[in-house]
């Protein structure tokens, strides 16, 4: 969970059509244009007007008339809130001043269980007059703000590409502006029409557009810059040296050729996702950009289109990145599948007897409760019930089968019966037209601000694909609202609805960096943020469980199915990449005291939670809810034991049962199972006995146990 302050594209790929291959494509980022454009045919009819509008108030804007709100972006800072906070497209980060726009290099450094890379302005760009930045524009990696004077007159266009070390600037007017640092005549084999200056021993390079010559405009000081209407200007920060020292010349060279759009594509295979984002210049040469940790099984983008890598690194938060030229970039991730429960066909009649008898008494437990009604820990409950009636099923249970299945499709048709709030107080959603986005009526954690949805909702869908999977009336009763769920943290294009903007496409996916951000606003100097990435990989299973039940009930399915695994399997590879299992070895990591960040931002990442200071919280929240795909959680079994071994305090942590008897001890000990049948064993011993406290409110000691049985068996 991401608390206060703590997001794909279902949509022309899930809320509009999802095809294998699917591809996005998106106007320059200088128009005044949003989402992603992906290409789609016959998606499914999604109007969030079936739902009554409430206005919680203005939430204030900067954001061209007409454009989706960008809540969940990682580029949100500078679009909500009093005053715009600084955004890390990285390696680079970027603020707005009062009369201009400023950037720096984060210098990241180790300290204890953070690894910090904050913002701090190198070089500051002055227009001479007070200035308010505007986001006119953008896609799935480019952003573009204008610079608008007090009388409403554009000065010019701040650009920025996520993972690329280039600023851009376009002047609207003939101009002066002041650069805070000397820029002088080109050094080296640079070309003579550049300039550099050297900030914190490294170079920064001065580019024009095309051939425009920056010597020939700057002040005989090189601190002042003149530019006539419509020239356009790079910043360039160098890397650590490359395998080719004279690789900077092409570097600069590609920057006069600026990154205009970009598009996104996807493939899904039986073994392998690939994502793929294309740079569109405007002369079509290659973007200057870097390859993330998540990326290194690269391969050639559409077309054959390869990258020209080892042209020097950059430290980061995410680990050391590699400088390349490419005009796409594309890698695989490992295709994950949605598994719906535990496969108890297996068990011996003992095992079987005893999980029969738990799944009786939590059923009981259950039955005599009323779920909660807020749209996070009643989204939990639903789910978890529905677990619960996947295991007595399946173990033939027939009368507690029955009453759960009863009591859980009576709660989802009352959560999506359309006009619920205009009845009640709770258990219903509403339309939120200044943010375009679905919110529960009963809020939680800032869901009114957008906060946490795919959280949220990625449990309404679980639970949906689950018991409906086998009855396509029930599916297609629901479907009018879930799909709205499902378009609200998924869509994959702006999805126009009524007057106004549209619902905005990937809302909460970075596709960059592979995974969401779950702040809606991100009113935080350190950039966006997600906590639980394991809540962000449950909610594309329960997409995809979901998408699966459309289909099977002969609803157009859009292709929602092959979209959704893709988010699956890249948020998954993502969330290990960054959250548990991460190169500890790479030097950028080098003194973080911690195998576990558990909270991971554009500007740092930690080992800590929203909600508590407990050592076994940080690893806890980034394994829940175990569900059939967390597997991909135990793919490095010396990791999972150093993991567990720092969230427990001692790396002998079957010696004492006691050990478990903390916070998410359910969810450790599931965890733990990944290591084997033996480890399995352990756990299964350690899990008859856990208090009742230890078992998280999204699970049952059914679902342990089962889990835990069919791993030891």
Known sequence: MTRRGAALVVAACVVASLVAGCTTTSAPAAAPSSGTGVTSAAPPDVDPTLLPTVDRGDMPMRLADGLAPPTNRWFSGLVFGDAPQPVFPLPLAVGLTASGFAYGLPAVRAQGAVLAGPYAPRVQMDLREPVTGIVTGYDAATVSVDLVAGDGMVLGTLHLVRGSPVLRYTAAGDQELGLGVAFTGAAGDLPDDVATAEVDGRAHVLVGAGDLDVTGVLDGAGATLGLAAGDSVSWLVAPDAGEDPESLVDLVEAVRDPVVGTAVGYEVAADQVTTSVTYETGAGGPAVVVRWPHQQDAVAGPGGSASTCGLGTYATVRGTVELCLASTTAWRSPTRRPVPGPDVSGLDDAARDELAEQVRADAATVLAEVRPADTYFGGKALARDADLWVLARDLGLDDVAADLRESVVADLRTWTEADGCVNRPERCFTWEPDLRTVVGQATAFGSEEGNDHHFHYGY????????????????????????????????????????????????????????????????????????????????????????????????????????????????????????????????????????VTSLVWDGKRERATWFSAEPSAALGIVVLPVTEVSVYLGEDPARVRENLAEALGTDDFWADPATWDVMFGDQLLMYAALLGTQDAAAALDVARELPDERIDDGSTRSRLLAWLLVRAA
């Open 460 to 595: 309404f869908l679980y639970a949906a694909g689950v018991v409906s999977a086998d009855d396509g009336e029930l599916a297609a009763d629901l479907a009018p609202v879930l799909d709205l769920l499902a378009a609200d943290v998924s869509a994959g294009a702006d999805v126009p609805v009524g007057d106004g903007a549209p619902l905005p496409g990937l809302r909460v996916l970075d596709v960059v960096m592979g995974h969401s951000w779950a702040s809606g606003p991100s009113p935080f100097a350190d950039g966006n943020n997600q906590e639980s990435a394991s809540e962000a990989v449950a909610a594309w299973h329960g997409l995809s469980l979901w998408a699966a039940a459309r289909a099977a009930a002969g609803l157009d399915d859009g292709g929602m199915r092959e979209q959704a695994r893709w988010m699956l399997s890249l948020e998954a590879a993502s969330a290990r990449a960054y959250w548990t299992d991460f190169d500890t070895a790479d030097p950028a990591t080098a003194g973080l005291e911690a195998s």
